[in-house]
């Protein structure tokens, strides 16, 4: 199996990397890299299984950021494969399917606590609050229309969403950043994987 990872950073940016290298060590599968400027209108990347979005130092609330990013986004409306979109990439989810994104009072920066509101397999082995890493100043709106809302917290009301038919998941925290007394984004990125290869 082949996973892409569309890199929606700025150019050298060191949290791609770090997302590559700790996507690799988790999965068997191929990982590759593309730039979301590279995508073009109508592709459908049939030789890719599974999809990881990366952040972004850009800013969705700004209207003409989406509008750099109107190709990634009209391939989110129709890919059927599992996805997970990463902080920006869960914003860009949302914003794909009509959602606005909005500016916070504040930025949220280090592990914060996530409440579980539905019981999926992305959550399998962790308690219904866990930690994680927050890294953004945006944050979605509004629940996009056919996903479900699977956990909350007390900054930002959609921590983690999942599409009511395919396995597209939007998670509003890093994943990839955790230590050995935050381990909860190691265990998501893992059960991910394991939705994706069923």
């Known amino acids: 199996m082949r ?7 700025l150019p050298n940016s060191p949290q791609l990397e770090h997302l590559y290298n700790v996507i690799k060590d988790i999965t068997v599968h191929t990982v590759e890299i593309m730039e979301y400027s590279s995508i ?37 409306k129709n890919i059927k494969k ?22 916070m009072d504040s930025k949220y920066e280090g592990y914060y606590i996530v409440n579980k509101i539905e019981n999926d397999p992305l959550f399998a082995g962790l308690n219904d609050k866990f930690f994680v890493t927050e890294s953004h100043e945006e944050m979605v709106v509004d ?4 996903f ?12 983690v969403i999942r599409h009511q038919v395919y396995p597209i998941y939007g998670v509003q925290f890093h994943p990839e950043r955790f230590d050995e007394k ?7 990125l893992e059960n991910f994987f394991k939705v994706a290869t069923w």
């Open 143 to 146: 629940l996009p229309n056919d």
């Open 148 to 159: 479900i809302l699977l956990a909350d917290s007390p900054n930002c009301h959609i921590e």
């Open 3 to 9: 996973t892409l990872i569309i890199d929606n950073y």
């Open 182 to 188: 935050h381990p909860a984004g190691y265990t998501i």
């Open 82 to 103: 599992p996805v997970l979109g990463i902080c920006f990439g869960h914003q860009l989810i949302a914003r794909a399917f009509g959602e606005e994104i909005a500016t």
């Open 40 to 76: 073009h209108p109508g592709e459908e990347f049939k030789q890719y299984d599974v999809f990881v979005l990366s952040g972004s130092q850009h800013k969705l609330a700004e209207s003409e950021v989406f509008e750099s990013y109107l190709n990634e986004g009209v391939f989110l």
